[in-house]
């Protein structure tokens, strides 16, 4: 055969693969020095600052990775919003009722992935322009959570940080990682998870072959409606945990509009990340650091900005990583359109 | 009695809203038989052979395995039955390396995860064994369209495929390509596959089938083989009528040069779309046809002439001025018209009417419009005008360009770039996808443009159109101008050579 | 979002009207059911919630009053949702828009004291318009030359304005008078408040004018042609020479300048004052406004009423029938699905091979 056109096959060398990851490598050092001098210097605010980046970056996380495993099966999915709002007062009232915070976290879980549903239904059956259908689910998550919602409820109780044995004594890296709410530790589990899911197996093959050609999987007897409604209802169930976090691990109680844009963050931290869960889990460490950052200097009084500049940042952060300011980043090329099986 | 056939379809019938794809559609398929259904666009091959794999249903009609009746659902009832197909557009994953691409629905386990060293394997022992290489771990991006074609192969026979249907396979590949292509399909004829293809090129039917199937309008109207027919009796059985196969065309009397490209460079998304230094220049009263394959930078090379890309490098200069890079209505209003390659992309409107369609490019000039007010009367009269003067057949001037058929619409196009006083015509896949009288009309309307005083610059990826229509043929090839030759003085043969880079010219 | 129509008869000008509004009409009478059926579970009658609605939009003078104050605002985030639609752009900053129009008006309002009334009044209209344009091309120029999807954009933007606003009401623009304490700005004068003919509000009059002119400028002129151009095919627009990113740009800053003028109307018209936490979720409402209007400008007038009959006539119904206002939230989330479902459903059937009919939304996160 003509070797020709063989020999014009790109090889990919050692240093085309890996020189992605020397700036981030360098940059990750610099880091970690910079955070042991800090601690040196004042170990108290450097751990409170960790830990709240910790719980700040949870809702995000879960909510990028409902983002992810929705977008990789090429549906677009603006209504987390909705769902983790749904969610937390499904959660909560759950919690009220019955005390048992187990069955409130899977309530909350379980209102995420029906709405999830309710997103693919429109998405992928009724073809419905798919930023119509979030927005869809994002007015009725704000409708029906200002209807319910009823002052004066009194919670039994919220999750309580749990440490994992002699990794919680380790001074600094223990309290803030290894003493933290059942939520939290899943948060981080599911993010390494799912890298596994998407990367090593078959379903996760499918799943990104559905999102960037889904012609080409349905050929191969892929049904790519299937796939576009398990990996958007698990997609739900996991913002639904974000939800849950929200008020039962975090406030302990629900307010209207509670989730205040969080929803809409985590698809920044999920185009920041890239698509890809561990890069969405250290964009959500980034933006949950700017947002301790926040707390700790209004907390000091340190500079003199009124708090309304601080509160910004998430959103001036958010607009900057989409307009690419960071970097350019491809998401799954068949995201957004419906599937016709003409 | 009658040999076992491997497949038959018996009365498959299929409608689509307003057409009817397949009528009664009765084939046979031998054994190790390489079977070619020859037919123009639209007379329902493809409709047929997505039936057979799974992606339609009929609406009635059966599928025969081996003699027994084989409901065929959906293509994994089709793989499971042995049958492997290769669309016309590639089924790839651009971003998946060519391993994934391979194994995708029918991947190798070890636990829960994708066994990648097995699958390796098997891959280099089929393409061992059938002659198709390929590097497992390359990005399906990156690779030629030759070397993706044998991925698709690969693809159907790492699934056991004894059917092999391969749809329109040569519409990619250049002569060279074609070539080794033929070559494959007769390692699997020998190793016992049948194979089934689809094409509208007489002269791939006469060289490689065992047996032709002819259809038109959805009907099987001929079954002959290639020692019993002719490229003309063929073409005959395919339109229904007598056919004229070459172009009526006089000698060109070229004058001044109206058109220049100056060493243009444009990088493209990848390797392969990119234009690297081209230069050539069109007369008055001439057809330069630009030939060559498919993805060698022909698309990028017009957007760029046309204002619809940014070149990197180079100068387009026409009738003259050098042109401001990035500005199809500078171009258009310095009497450029350009036929595009995707008229639903480019081309046209679809949901509005003819009316607007018409005016597309013109509508802020007068009459069309009094300052930044729309003249509607005027853009009505226009419409009816070149309705008529086009022969363009619809109801009425304001019906939706989206409901018209493929041929008038670019009757719609062309009515609307040559009826401005142009200098240059581009027409890029002027014919593509339309029927034998709409491509009739086309052809005679750029010559009668050409012996007008007009420059006519011609890219197609049909060589017969190339070399019937034009005058001086430029041939590309990985981005570049190989090659600018007469076309009455070379060989169809010589236009394979140049058109796979295997012959370089010797002249400057 | 609309096909337009195939074959224009004049006879058929009312079947074609009758065409157009079917389908929204099914969406709210089919919202407005299962809105029964919840008020029904939740143990209210909703007869009487409806009928409390209406009488507190449409019962007397006053009520019709205030209906068409709550309807002014809506028409114009209605239009700046159904105009930026036509260039297939997602605007959800109309709220954003709104704020920042109406707190600049009413900085021109407090701040400058002894003009003439129609100068005074059209300063502060002109500015409040101007700080909307100014907020709206700044998604416009980030999706023309970036990519970013205005959809995020324009939502992270609505909380910047919350906040500055917020900022500016309760800090360098508050109200100094002595015994307050609320974070607002001052009254404005006199001379900027825009008069009332009646019980009608003379901004509604306005909304009404700038409507007609907008479905005059997307139907009539050029400049209308390029935005359809581009949202039905910006391929083919610029090949057709036009300037897809400007026209991008300019869409969304005139967009955002009928969502500020429709704050300042607020302001001017209604309120005046600037006040923080006046009317949140406006953004969405623009887009139910906007698609129950079928996008058309002129389309959007009687789904601003309706709305804005639902927003002015609730607190009767809260009063009388004890029913949380947060249930039109929901009915209007109702209608939002069916009237977008029930389009889609239909065109999906009759546009079977055909390309895409309806007007380019960005699909995904801007690729360039």
């Known amino acids: ?342 | 009695m009658e040999p076992n056939y491997v497949l038959e379809t018996k009365n498959i019938c299929k409608d689509f809203p307003g057409v009817k794809a397949n009528v009664d559609v009765d084939i046979q398929l031998k054994t190790g038989e390489i079977l070619a259904i020859l037919g123009e666009n639209g007379a329902g091959k493809t409709t047929l052979l997505n039936i057979i794999y799974g992606l339609y249903s009929q609406d009635s009609g059966e599928i025969l395995l081996n003699g027994k009746s084989s409901p065929i659902k959906n293509p994994n009832d089709a793989i499971k039955a042995g049958i492997g197909m290769v669309h016309q557009h590639f089924m790839l994953v651009p971003v998946f390396t060519v391993l994934e691409n391979i194994i995708l629905g029918s991947e190798v386990l070890w636990g829960p995860f994708i066994n990648k060293s097995k699958a390796r394997q098997k891959i280099i022992e089929l393409s061992n064994l059938y002659g198709l290489e390929v590097d497992p771990d390359t990005v399906v991006e990156d690779i030629p369209v030759g070397v993706q074609q044998r991925v698709e192969i690969l693809k159907a026979l790492y699934r056991h495929a004894n059917i092999l249907i391969l749809d329109e396979p040569t519409a990619v590949l250049t002569p060279q390509e074609t070539n080794d292509l033929f070559g494959i399909i007769k390692i699997l004829k020998e190793q016992g596959v049948s194979i089934v293809f689809i094409t509208h090129k007489l002269k791939e039917v006469l060289e490689i089938a065992d047996r032709i199937i002819v259809m038109r309008r959805g009907k099987v109207v001929g079954e002959t083989i290639p020692s019993e027919t002719s490229e003309k009796e063929l073409a005959n059985m395919m339109v229904g009528r007598e056919v004229l196969l070459q172009v009526e065309k006089g000698i060109a009397q070229p004058k001044e040069i109206v058109f220049e490209v100056k060493h243009l460079t444009v990088k493209g998304s990848s390797q392969m779309h990119t234009v690297h230094n081209v230069s050539f220049e069109v007369r008055a009263g001439e057809i330069l046809g630009l030939a060559g394959v498919q993805g060698n930078g022909q698309t990028e090379l017009v957007e760029a002439i046309t204002g619809l890309r940014k070149p990197d490098e180079g100068m387009i200069i026409l009738d003259g001025k050098t042109m401001p890079i990035q500005s199809p209505r500078v171009m258009v209003e310095n009497g450029m018209a350009h036929i595009p390659e995707d008229r639903h992309k480019h081309g046209l409107v679809l949901p509005y009417e003819l009316t607007d369609n018409f005016v597309l490019c013109t509508y802020y000039q007068q009459p069309y419009s009094r300052g930044a007010i729309r003249d509607e009367k005027a853009i009505l009269e226009n419409a009816v005008e070149l309705i008529q003067r086009f022969d363009v057949r619809t109801p009425s001037p304001h019906s939706i360009a989206g409901n018209l058929s493929g041929g008038n619409q670019q009757k719609v196009i062309v009515g609307r770039e040559l009826s401005r006083p142009v200098k240059i015509v581009i027409a890029n896949q002027p014919t593509r996808g339309l029927d034998v009288g709409s491509i009739e009309y086309i052809h005679k309307t750029l010559v009668k443009m050409r012996d007008q005083g007009v420059a006519v610059l011609l890219i197609s990826a049909e060589l017969d159109e190339i070399m019937g229509l034009s005058d001086r043929i430029a041939v590309m090839y990985r981005g570049q101008i190989v090659a600018t030759v007469n076309a009455a003085d070379t060989s169809r043969e010589e236009m394979g050579l140049l058109m796979a880079g295997l012959k370089q010219q010797q002249s400057e | 979002m609309t096909a337009e129509t195939s074959v224009k008869k004049p006879a058929n000008w009312l079947l074609s009207i009758w065409r157009s509004i079917r389908v929204p009409l099914v969406a709210i009478i089919l919202a407005l059911i299962i809105g029964a059926i919840i008020l029904l579970v939740t143990g209210v009658s909703p007869i009487k919630a409806y009928l409390a609605l209406f009488k507190g939009a449409f019962g007397s003078t006053k009520y019709l009053q205030r209906t068409l104050e709550k309807t002014t605002p809506l028409i114009f985030s209605g239009l700046a949702v159904a105009f930026a639609f036509k260039a297939g752009l997602f605007n959800i900053g109309a709220q954003g828009q709104l704020l920042l129009g109406a707190i600049t008006s009413a900085f021109i309002g407090f701040s400058l004291k002894g003009l003439p009334p129609v100068l005074h009044i059209s300063l502060a209209l002109i500015g409040g318009g101007l700080a909307g344009a100014f907020y709206g091309f700044i998604p416009g120029m980030l999706r023309s030359f970036t990519g970013a999807h205005e959809v995020i954009t324009t939502i992270m933007l609505n909380y910047v304005a919350i906040n500055i606003t917020d900022y500016l009401a309760d800090g360098p623009w508050k109200d100094t008078s002595p015994g307050n304490v609320v974070a607002m700005t001052p009254q404005i004068e006199q001379s900027a408040r825009i008069p009332f003919i009646g019980p009608v509000p003379v901004g509604f009059l306005i909304a009404i004018v700038i409507s007609v002119l907008i479905w005059y400028i997307l139907g009539k002129t050029n400049l209308g042609f390029e935005i359809r151009t581009v949202g039905l095919n910006p391929h083919a627009a610029k090949y057709a020479g036009m300037r897809t990113k400007m026209i991008l740009v300019l869409t969304l800053v005139i967009s955002g300048l009928l969502a500020g003028i429709g704050g300042a109307v607020e302001t001017q018209g209604v309120v005046y004052r600037y006040q923080p936490g006046f009317n949140t979720g406006l953004g969405f409402d623009g887009i139910t406004i906007a698609l129950l209007g079928r996008t058309s400008p002129l389309g959007v007038i009687p789904a601003a009423l309706l709305i804005g009959a639902m927003k002015a006539g609730s607190n009767v119904m809260q009063f009388e029938a004890g029913v949380a206002k947060e249930i039109l939230d929901v009915i209007q989330a109702l209608m939002l699905f069916f009237v977008s479902a029930d389009m889609i459903v239909r065109w999906i059937i009759r546009v079977r091979k055909e390309s895409a009919e309806e007007v380019t939304l960005t699909t995904s996160w801007g690729q360039k």
């Not at chain 1, 085309?16 to 970690?32: E, N």
């Open chain 1, 1 to 342: 055969m003509t070797s020709s056109s063989l020999s014009q096959v790109k090889t990919y060398s050692f240093w085309y693969r890996y020189k992605r990851y020397i700036i981030p490598s360098v940059l990750a050092t610099l880091l970690l020095i910079a955070i042991i001098i800090f601690y040196r210097l004042n170990p108290a605010v450097t751990q409170a600052v960790l830990a709240s980046t910790i719980r700040q970056s949870t809702p995000l996380i879960l909510g990028a990775l409902c983002g992810i495993l929705c977008e990789r099966a090429g549906i677009v999915n603006i209504g987390i919003e909705g769902q983790m709002l749904l969610s937390a007062w499904t959660a909560y009232m759950m919690n009220v009722w019955s005390g048992n915070l187990l069955l409130s976290v899977i309530v909350g879980a379980l209102t995420g992935a029906l709405l999830g549903m309710l997103l693919a239904f429109t998405s992928v059956t009724l073809k419905l322009n798919q930023i119509i259908g979030g927005t869809v689910i994002n007015i009725l998550a704000l409708g029906l959570t200002g209807f319910l919602y009823q002052t004066g409820m009194t919670t039994k109780g919220k999750l309580q940080p749990i440490p994992l044995g002699g990794l919680a004594d380790i001074p600094l890296v223990g309290p803030v990682l290894f003493n933290n709410p059942p939520i939290t530790y899943t948060a981080i589990a599911l993010v390494f998870l799912l890298q596994i899911y998407l990367f090593m197996t078959p379903w996760g093959l499918r799943t990104r072959s559905v999102g960037e050609h889904p012609r080409a999987a349905d050929t191969l007897g892929i049904n790519v409606f299937r796939t576009r409604y398990i990996n958007t209802i698990v997609g739900g169930a996991i913002a639904g945990l974000a939800g849950a976090f929200l008020t039962l691990e975090a406030v302990g109680s629900f307010e209207r509009g509670m989730t205040n844009g969080r929803g809409f963050v985590a698809l920044a931290v999920m185009i920041f990340g890239k698509w890809n869960p561990i890069g969405a889990w250290l964009a959500a460490l980034l933006f949950g650091f700017a947002n301790a950052m926040q707390t700790q200097f209004q907390f000091m009084g340190t500079f003199d900005i009124p708090h309304q500049f601080i509160g910004i940042i998430p959103y001036v952060l958010t607009i900057i990583v989409v307009s690419g300011f960071v970097g350019r980043s491809r998401p799954p090329a068949a995201e957004g359109e419906p599937y016709e099986k003409e």
